[in-house]
């Protein structure tokens, strides 16, 4: 079968709803009722959402199951270079047939009715985990979580809330309480939820919904904790204390996404060979990721180059302390956003870490911020910046002008995904 088959079918799939973005779940309740509900039939479900760091946990929750022996499903959002990443079956990539024949399905039972791309996608996504057996599966919200086109599992095994900040306003409300609210509609009557550390005004609507559900909540702070101690992490909760190797994902931030996994692998049973295969064996592209190969690097030889997809002000304080916490280098930033992000939030941790921005446009992405828009944003808040054509050609003057700097390629997942396709 073609490679290009399931890209056909998903780019037709883009034209059966004429907005990007529109939370309701009528329309999954229609389709996934047409396919026969397949979420009826999934593995045992832990559901997560959160603003930061859920890809990273659900990561680490897969590496300590897969070490324990399961089979695992997984399903996450966007992807970054081909689609077929956003969704695995029992450990491995959907197949390139196997994901034509789930989008096919789909498409033809919609029968040509509204529905938005990640709707579609994500009862294409649950079918196909439906029918093929594992023990778990791992379902990662796309966007809020009350009317996320995940939340159509009325009792999953476990639910997770990671650290929850301003994000995705114009969707979820503006003001963070209201966005809790939405966040913490994945939490479901009487089943536990882990939630990871969260301000004050986030876990009051936490509580809340988890009140009227009778729902246990597992918080960090309360019921685990977790810390870094002589380059080791240390895990404690109810059951006792665990001495682990620090995360294999970089960054401060990690720790605490490191915890939320140990709270539920925990909570699941499984014993400390699986929590340490749960910090020690995770990966997750895009998160801080070293680049060591491809045309990139090659193109700056003496260059220590890093590529991370964050893209809010939360996400910009984790990457600040992080370079903050490296051994002193010239740090250059290359840049680029989407225009719904608050641009400025997030480059100001940055600019007490970084010498200088080159910002860019994301290639083929219609609703990117200008380059020269980004500069602006980037100079409001005390950080040097000029404006490229490309990654490549800021690369190039930074190889020239700084050859041994750090360079951090950094602002959106959609620069993130055409970069690992550019460099291999």
Same mark, same amino acid.
């Given at each position: ?40 039939? +999934? ?16 990561? *680490? ?9 399961? #089979? ?9 270079? #081909? ?15 196997? +994901? ?102 986030? *876990?009051?609507?936490?509580? /809340? ?31 006792? +204390?665990?001495? @682990? ?41 895009? #998160? *801080?990721? #070293? ?27 984790? +990457? ?61 808040? /005390? @950080? ?41």
């Amino acid at each position: 079968m073609s490679a290009q088959t399931s890209d056909v079918i998903l780019e037709r799939m883009m034209t059966l709803h004429p907005k990007v973005i529109d939370l309701t779940l009528d329309r999954v309740w229609r389709l996934l009722g047409a396919l026969d509900n397949p979420q009826d039939d +999934l593995p045992p479900v832990i559901h997560l959402a959160g603003t930061n760091g859920k890809g990273s946990t659900q990561a *680490m929750i897969r590496a300590g199951l897969e070490a324990a022996g399961q #089979r695992v499903h997984a399903y996450t959002s966007p992807h970054l270079a #081909r689609f077929h990443e956003r969704i695995r079956l029992a450990g491995a990539l959907i197949s390139e047939d196997d +994901l034509t024949s789930v989008l096919d399905e789909c498409y033809a039972a919609n029968g040509g009715e509204n529905i938005t791309y990640f709707e579609i996608t994500t009862c294409a996504a649950i079918l196909a985990m439906a029918r093929t057996p594992a023990d778990y599966t791992l379902l990662e919200v796309g966007l809020g979580g009350r009317l996320d086109a995940t939340n159509v599992i009325e009792s999953p095994a476990l639910t997770v809330i990671t650290p929850i900040s301003m994000d995705h306003e114009q969707f979820l409300g503006d003001t963070l309480p209201k966005i809790a609210g939405e966040k913490a509609g994945i939490i479901k009557r009487g089943v536990p939820c882990v939630v990871g550390p969260q301000a004050d005004a986030a *876990m009051e609507a936490i509580e /809340a919904r988890a009140a009227a559900l009778v729902a246990p909540l597992l918080v960090h702070g309360q019921h685990w904790h977790v810390w870094t101690e002589h380059g080791r992490l240390i895990f404690q909760d109810e059951s006792g +204390l665990v001495d @682990l190797p620090l995360p294999n994902l970089p960054g401060a931030h990690q720790i605490d996404n490191a915890g939320a996994a140990l709270a539920a692998l925990r909570h699941l049973g499984f014993d400390e060979a699986a929590q340490e295969a749960a910090v020690s064996r995770a990966t997750w592209p895009a #998160r *801080m990721q #070293r680049l060591r190969h491809g045309p990139l690097v090659e193109a700056a030889p003496n260059a220590e180059i890093w590529l991370d997809g964050g893209h809010n002000p939360a996400a910009g304080e984790a +990457l600040g302390r992080h370079l903050a916490s490296l051994i002193e280098r010239p740090t250059f930033l290359i840049c680029g956003m989407l225009n719904t992000k608050d641009v400025t939030g997030y480059l100001r941790p940055l600019a007490a870490v970084a010498q200088g921005l080159f910002a860019v446009s994301i290639p083929g992405e219609a609703n990117t911020l200008s380059a020269d828009a980004t500069a602006s944003a980037a100079r409001a808040v /005390a @950080l040097e910046a000029e404006t490229e054509v490309s990654v490549g050609a800021a690369l190039a003057r930074i190889a020239r002008e700084e050859p041994g700097a750090r360079v951090l390629i950094c602002g959106s997942l959609y620069l993130a995904g055409s970069i690992l396709r550019e460099n291999g």
